[in-house]
């Protein structure tokens, strides 16, 4: 039987703050700066997204990297903007055409369209 791993069992820190205990200043504090010491700039607080200016370039707006989102659940994959793509889509709903959906998406997201 395979055994499958949990996304929190590779996770540095905690990646939604609702989930850290105790919350206390120091403790959001020092989440955010053992995330932010590898490279996880971004941590969630229940659907808001926190973050943290690494003040150089990563991996991490590769169009590799923002198509891992699409189509997957918010909390499926560790914390990053693009999470963000799908659900200001969706908020667009039908008022919008499909390229102007993307476009609204993807800048609601601070993604290029």
Do not use: C, W
């Not at 969630?44 to 989102?69: A, D, H, M």
């Amino acid at each position: 039987m395979e055994v499958k791993t949990s996304l929190l069992d590779n996770m540095i820190g905690v990646g939604d703050m609702v989930l850290l205990e105790p919350l206390t200043e120091d403790s959001f504090l020092e989440n955010l700066r053992n995330r932010f010491d590898h490279n996880e700039i971004y941590t969630y607080i229940g659907s808001v997204v926190i973050s943290v200016n690494p003040y150089r370039s990563l991996p991490i707006f590769t169009p590799e990297k923002v198509e891992e989102y699409r189509n997957r659940n918010f909390y499926e994959l560790s914390p990053h903007i693009g999470a963000f793509q799908e659900p200001v889509s969706h908020m667009a709903g039908d008022h919008l055409s499909v390229g102007h959906r993307a476009s609204t998406a993807a800048a609601a997201a601070g993604l290029p369209s």
